[in-house]
Nanobody, 119 residues
């Protein structure tokens, strides 16, 4: 059974930092491109950052220079370090795993974790 479990969200003041974690179970981690998405009220879900491989990282323009995505293969966990947070970063943050097994493609989501940045 594949599960993605996010943690680390919360309430922080503008300029502060948070680190989100996404623990992946079910044997897919080594095959997956991992992404962090967010969805603010009334807005569409958007890609924040993704790590396709150790050196292939992509970021939304709005978070470049402030956020950093990383993965720990030994812990089957992906992280999103968020610094210099702004009120507009307030959203539910979701972890995503995409890839293929020898039999099927896969696309899994976590349950989301709320990040609220106060001004």
């Amino acid at each position: 059974q594949v599960q993605l479990v996010e943690s680390g969200g919360g309430l922080v003041q503008a300029g502060g930092s948070l680190r989100l974690s996404c623990a992946v179970s079910g044997g897919i981690f080594s095959r997956a491109a991992m992404g962090w998405y967010r969805q603010a009220p009334g807005k569409q879900r958007e890609l924040v950052a993704e790590i396709v491989s150790g050196s292939n990282l992509n970021y939304a323009d709005s978070v470049k220079g402030r956020f950093a995505v990383s993965r720990d293969v030994a812990k089957n966990t992906v992280y999103l370090q968020m610094n210099s947070l702004k009120p507009e970063d307030t959203a539910v943050y979701y972890c995503n795993a995409k890839g293929t097994t020898p039999w099927n493609p896969f696309d899994y989501w976590g349950q989301g974790t709320q990040v609220t940045v106060s001004s």
